[in-house]
Protein backbone atom coordinates (compact mmCIF):
# COMPACT_ATOMS: atom_id res chain seq x y z
CA UNK A 1 0.00 0.00 0.00
CA UNK A 2 1.47 3.32 -1.04
CA UNK A 3 1.58 6.53 0.90
CA UNK A 4 -1.24 8.03 -0.78
CA UNK A 5 -3.47 5.42 -0.51
CA UNK A 6 -2.38 4.79 3.33
CA UNK A 7 -3.38 8.54 4.24
CA UNK A 8 -6.53 8.59 2.49
CA UNK A 9 -7.31 5.51 4.28
CA UNK A 10 -6.83 7.26 7.44
CA UNK A 11 -9.21 10.82 6.66
CA UNK A 12 -11.81 8.18 6.01
CA UNK A 13 -11.33 6.26 8.82
CA UNK A 14 -10.86 9.28 11.01
CA UNK A 15 -14.20 10.72 9.58
CA UNK A 16 -15.99 7.21 9.86
CA UNK A 17 -15.10 7.18 13.33
CA UNK A 18 -16.34 10.55 14.42
CA UNK A 19 -19.55 10.07 12.52
CA UNK A 20 -19.42 6.79 14.48
CA UNK A 21 -19.19 8.51 17.92
CA UNK A 22 -21.99 10.99 16.98
CA UNK A 23 -23.69 8.45 16.78
CA UNK A 24 -23.08 6.53 19.40
CA UNK A 25 -23.72 9.04 22.15
CA UNK A 26 -27.20 9.85 20.57
CA UNK A 27 -28.27 6.36 20.94
CA UNK A 28 -27.19 6.04 24.43
CA UNK A 29 -29.22 9.54 25.07
CA UNK A 30 -32.10 8.19 23.36
CA UNK A 31 -32.23 5.02 25.74
CA UNK A 32 -31.82 6.49 29.09
CA UNK A 33 -34.20 9.41 28.46
CA UNK A 34 -36.76 7.07 27.13
CA UNK A 35 -36.50 3.56 28.76
CA UNK A 36 -34.76 4.64 32.19
CA UNK A 37 -35.97 1.16 33.94
CA UNK A 38 -35.06 -1.85 31.26
CA UNK A 39 -33.63 -4.32 33.10
CA UNK A 40 -29.54 -4.99 32.07
CA UNK A 41 -30.06 -7.55 29.13
CA UNK A 42 -32.70 -5.74 27.64
CA UNK A 43 -31.16 -2.47 27.96
CA UNK A 44 -28.20 -4.54 25.83
CA UNK A 45 -30.42 -6.22 23.19
CA UNK A 46 -32.38 -2.53 22.72
CA UNK A 47 -28.59 -1.02 22.37
CA UNK A 48 -27.98 -3.07 19.73
CA UNK A 49 -30.47 -3.04 17.87
CA UNK A 50 -30.50 0.48 17.84
CA UNK A 51 -27.00 0.81 17.00
CA UNK A 52 -27.60 -0.96 14.01
CA UNK A 53 -30.16 1.37 12.77
CA UNK A 54 -28.80 4.72 13.76
CA UNK A 55 -25.05 3.74 12.41
CA UNK A 56 -26.96 2.76 9.21
CA UNK A 57 -28.71 6.11 8.89
CA UNK A 58 -25.36 8.07 9.88
CA UNK A 59 -23.38 5.90 7.46
CA UNK A 60 -21.15 8.45 5.20
CA UNK A 61 -21.35 8.81 1.57
CA UNK A 62 -17.81 9.33 -0.15
CA UNK A 63 -17.95 12.37 -2.29
CA UNK A 64 -16.50 12.00 -5.52
CA UNK A 65 -14.59 14.25 -7.97
CA UNK A 66 -12.87 16.09 -4.87
CA UNK A 67 -9.38 16.47 -3.93
CA UNK A 68 -8.66 15.76 0.41
CA UNK A 69 -6.43 18.62 2.29
CA UNK A 70 -3.51 15.77 1.91
CA UNK A 71 -4.18 15.08 -1.81
CA UNK A 72 -3.91 19.11 -2.43
CA UNK A 73 -0.52 19.49 -0.78
CA UNK A 74 0.89 16.68 -2.75
CA UNK A 75 0.07 18.46 -5.52
CA UNK A 76 -2.67 16.11 -6.75
CA UNK A 77 -4.61 17.93 -9.39
CA UNK A 78 -8.39 17.18 -10.53
CA UNK A 79 -9.23 16.23 -14.53
CA UNK A 80 -12.46 16.44 -14.09
CA UNK A 81 -14.79 18.12 -11.49
CA UNK A 82 -18.19 16.00 -11.64
CA UNK A 83 -19.69 18.55 -13.42
CA UNK A 84 -18.35 18.99 -16.79
CA UNK A 85 -16.07 18.26 -19.31
CA UNK A 86 -14.32 21.79 -19.98
CA UNK A 87 -10.49 20.15 -19.30
CA UNK A 88 -10.87 18.11 -22.62
CA UNK A 89 -12.61 17.61 -26.69
CA UNK A 90 -12.62 15.90 -28.69
CA UNK A 91 -9.49 14.52 -30.39
CA UNK A 92 -9.01 16.18 -33.52
CA UNK A 93 -12.49 18.35 -33.79
CA UNK A 94 -12.34 20.50 -30.90
CA UNK A 95 -14.98 21.32 -28.23
CA UNK A 96 -18.79 20.36 -29.89
CA UNK A 97 -21.39 18.10 -29.31
CA UNK A 98 -20.30 14.25 -28.92
CA UNK A 99 -21.18 10.99 -27.41
CA UNK A 100 -19.63 12.08 -23.95
CA UNK A 101 -21.81 14.06 -21.17
CA UNK A 102 -21.49 14.35 -17.85
CA UNK A 103 -24.21 12.22 -15.75
CA UNK A 104 -24.36 10.87 -12.19
CA UNK A 105 -20.99 12.30 -11.09
CA UNK A 106 -19.28 10.53 -14.07
CA UNK A 107 -18.32 11.31 -17.65
CA UNK A 108 -20.11 8.96 -19.47
CA UNK A 109 -19.72 7.88 -23.30
CA UNK A 110 -22.68 6.71 -24.89
CA UNK A 111 -22.25 5.50 -28.31
CA UNK A 112 -26.43 4.74 -28.84
CA UNK A 113 -26.70 8.40 -28.41
CA UNK A 114 -27.75 9.84 -31.84
CA UNK A 115 -26.79 12.98 -31.81
CA UNK A 116 -23.27 14.57 -31.45
CA UNK A 117 -19.94 13.40 -32.92
CA UNK A 118 -17.90 10.54 -32.66
CA UNK A 119 -14.33 10.77 -31.11
CA UNK A 120 -12.10 9.74 -28.32
CA UNK A 121 -12.49 12.34 -25.43
CA UNK A 122 -8.72 13.83 -25.03
CA UNK A 123 -6.94 16.42 -22.24
CA UNK A 124 -6.85 19.69 -22.90
CA UNK A 125 -3.03 19.54 -21.21
CA UNK A 126 -0.34 17.49 -22.28
CA UNK A 127 1.97 15.84 -19.66
CA UNK A 128 5.32 14.09 -18.93
CA UNK A 129 5.93 12.52 -15.98
CA UNK A 130 3.28 11.94 -13.72
CA UNK A 131 0.72 9.46 -11.53
CA UNK A 132 -2.71 9.18 -12.83
CA UNK A 133 -5.66 7.84 -10.96
CA UNK A 134 -9.16 7.28 -12.29
CA UNK A 135 -12.60 5.09 -11.65
CA UNK A 136 -13.93 3.49 -14.51
CA UNK A 137 -16.95 1.00 -15.27
CA UNK A 138 -18.11 -0.94 -18.49
CA UNK A 139 -21.57 -2.04 -19.70
CA UNK A 140 -21.77 -5.90 -20.35
CA UNK A 141 -18.82 -7.02 -22.76
CA UNK A 142 -17.93 -3.68 -22.69
CA UNK A 143 -14.24 -2.12 -23.98
CA UNK A 144 -12.39 0.56 -23.72
CA UNK A 145 -9.51 2.58 -22.60
CA UNK A 146 -7.41 4.80 -21.62
CA UNK A 147 -4.16 6.52 -23.62
CA UNK A 148 -1.13 8.52 -22.84
CA UNK A 149 1.46 10.20 -24.67
CA UNK A 150 -1.08 11.04 -27.42
CA UNK A 151 0.09 13.49 -30.07
CA UNK A 152 -2.97 15.01 -31.67
CA UNK A 153 -2.58 16.60 -35.35
CA UNK A 154 -4.18 15.84 -38.18
CA UNK A 155 -1.36 13.60 -39.65
CA UNK A 156 -2.99 11.03 -37.13
CA UNK A 157 -6.14 9.84 -37.23
CA UNK A 158 -6.66 8.41 -34.37
CA UNK A 159 -5.64 8.21 -30.38
CA UNK A 160 -3.66 4.80 -30.82
CA UNK A 161 -1.57 5.93 -33.64
CA UNK A 162 1.11 7.20 -31.15
CA UNK A 163 -0.55 6.85 -27.81
CA UNK A 164 -0.41 3.68 -25.08
CA UNK A 165 -3.52 2.33 -24.08
CA UNK A 166 -4.24 0.78 -20.90
CA UNK A 167 -7.53 -1.30 -21.77
CA UNK A 168 -10.57 -1.21 -20.11
CA UNK A 169 -12.31 -4.63 -20.66
CA UNK A 170 -15.23 -6.86 -18.85
CA UNK A 171 -13.14 -10.01 -19.80
CA UNK A 172 -15.86 -12.52 -18.58
CA UNK A 173 -17.97 -11.25 -21.40
CA UNK A 174 -16.05 -9.84 -24.04
CA UNK A 175 -15.46 -11.02 -27.42
CA UNK A 176 -13.62 -14.53 -27.79
CA UNK A 177 -10.76 -12.61 -29.49
CA UNK A 178 -10.14 -10.34 -26.71
CA UNK A 179 -10.40 -13.47 -24.08
CA UNK A 180 -8.13 -15.56 -25.67
CA UNK A 181 -5.35 -13.24 -25.97
CA UNK A 182 -4.00 -11.72 -22.51
CA UNK A 183 -2.88 -8.91 -24.20
CA UNK A 184 -5.57 -7.50 -24.43
CA UNK A 185 -7.15 -7.68 -20.82
CA UNK A 186 -8.09 -4.85 -18.34
CA UNK A 187 -5.15 -3.76 -17.11
CA UNK A 188 -3.08 -4.75 -20.22
CA UNK A 189 -1.16 -2.16 -22.45
CA UNK A 190 -3.44 -3.36 -25.16
CA UNK A 191 -1.84 -5.86 -27.87
CA UNK A 192 1.94 -5.41 -26.46
CA UNK A 193 2.33 -6.53 -22.60
CA UNK A 194 0.73 -7.49 -19.64
CA UNK A 195 0.65 -9.45 -16.51
CA UNK A 196 -2.92 -11.83 -16.76
CA UNK A 197 -2.63 -13.16 -13.59
CA UNK A 198 -3.40 -9.61 -12.05
CA UNK A 199 -6.25 -8.83 -15.17
CA UNK A 200 -9.15 -8.92 -12.38
CA UNK A 201 -11.51 -6.40 -13.12
CA UNK A 202 -15.04 -5.85 -11.09
CA UNK A 203 -17.87 -7.33 -12.69
CA UNK A 204 -19.48 -5.38 -15.59
CA UNK A 205 -20.97 -1.86 -13.94
CA UNK A 206 -19.47 -2.03 -11.32
CA UNK A 207 -16.53 0.61 -10.55
CA UNK A 208 -12.91 -0.26 -10.86
CA UNK A 209 -9.86 1.78 -9.74
CA UNK A 210 -6.57 2.14 -12.24
CA UNK A 211 -3.44 3.91 -12.26
CA UNK A 212 -0.96 4.65 -14.70
CA UNK A 213 2.49 6.03 -13.92
CA UNK A 214 5.21 7.40 -16.11
CA UNK A 215 8.34 8.36 -15.13
CA UNK A 216 11.58 9.04 -17.64
CA UNK A 217 10.30 6.74 -20.00
CA UNK A 218 9.02 3.75 -17.08
CA UNK A 219 5.33 3.39 -17.39
CA UNK A 220 3.57 0.69 -14.99
CA UNK A 221 -0.05 0.23 -15.47
CA UNK A 222 -2.36 -0.73 -12.17
CA UNK A 223 -5.83 -2.22 -12.01
CA UNK A 224 -7.49 -2.58 -8.45
CA UNK A 225 -4.37 -2.33 -7.03
CA UNK A 226 -2.70 -5.01 -8.59
CA UNK A 227 0.25 -3.96 -11.39
CA UNK A 228 -0.82 -5.38 -14.53
CA UNK A 229 1.65 -4.04 -16.99
CA UNK A 230 5.53 -2.18 -16.51
CA UNK A 231 7.94 -1.73 -18.89
CA UNK A 232 10.64 0.64 -19.67
CA UNK A 233 9.40 2.70 -23.19
CA UNK A 234 13.04 4.38 -24.51
CA UNK A 235 14.90 1.60 -25.00
CA UNK A 236 15.49 -1.20 -27.76
CA UNK A 237 13.90 -3.62 -25.78
CA UNK A 238 10.78 -1.82 -26.25
CA UNK A 239 11.60 -1.28 -29.65
CA UNK A 240 12.20 -4.69 -30.21
CA UNK A 241 8.54 -5.66 -27.98
CA UNK A 242 6.69 -3.35 -30.32
CA UNK A 243 8.34 -4.76 -33.69
CA UNK A 244 6.51 -8.05 -32.71
CA UNK A 245 3.26 -6.80 -32.16
CA UNK A 246 0.74 -5.36 -35.00
CA UNK A 247 1.31 -2.30 -33.76
CA UNK A 248 4.68 -1.69 -35.91
CA UNK A 249 2.18 -0.94 -38.87
CA UNK A 250 2.37 2.89 -36.94
CA UNK A 251 5.82 4.06 -36.69
CA UNK A 252 5.32 6.69 -34.64
CA UNK A 253 3.45 4.61 -31.97
CA UNK A 254 5.26 4.47 -28.56
CA UNK A 255 7.72 6.71 -29.77
CA UNK A 256 6.76 9.75 -27.35
CA UNK A 257 7.43 10.10 -23.47
CA UNK A 258 4.63 13.55 -23.26
CA UNK A 259 1.75 14.02 -24.86
CA UNK A 260 -2.21 14.21 -23.96
CA UNK A 261 -4.66 11.80 -21.92
CA UNK A 262 -7.44 10.21 -23.89
CA UNK A 263 -10.87 8.38 -23.54
CA UNK A 264 -11.38 6.03 -25.41
CA UNK A 265 -15.08 6.04 -27.25
CA UNK A 266 -15.32 2.60 -28.36
CA UNK A 267 -18.92 0.62 -29.37
CA UNK A 268 -20.20 0.20 -25.95
CA UNK A 269 -20.79 2.50 -22.86
CA UNK A 270 -18.38 3.32 -20.29
CA UNK A 271 -17.74 6.02 -17.49
CA UNK A 272 -15.26 7.78 -15.58
CA UNK A 273 -14.61 9.68 -12.55
CA UNK A 274 -12.09 10.49 -9.64
CA UNK A 275 -9.93 11.31 -12.82
CA UNK A 276 -6.81 13.02 -10.77
CA UNK A 277 -3.34 13.65 -11.54
CA UNK A 278 0.13 14.28 -9.76
CA UNK A 279 3.22 15.78 -11.83
CA UNK A 280 6.42 14.02 -10.77
Known amino acids: MNLFIFKNLQNTRANAYTHWLLCFN ?14 HMKLKITYLLLSIGFLWSCKQTTKHNTLSAIEKEEGW ?62 AKGGNSGVFIDVQEDPKYDATFVTGLEMQLLDNANAEP ?66 AGTNMKNYPDFGKFQKGKIALQNHTDKVSFRNIKIKLL
Not at 196 to 216: A, T
Request: charged share 20%; hydrophobic share 35%.
Open 77 to 138: QLLFNGKDINNWHIYNQGNQPSKWVVKDDAILCDPTVKTGVFGDLVSNETFQDFDLKFDWKV
Open 177 to 242: RHQTDSTHWAGSLYAIKGIGSNSKPNPYNEWNQSRIVQNKGKVSFWLNGKLTFENETNTQEWKDLV
Open 26 to 39: SIKAQIFVFCPKLN
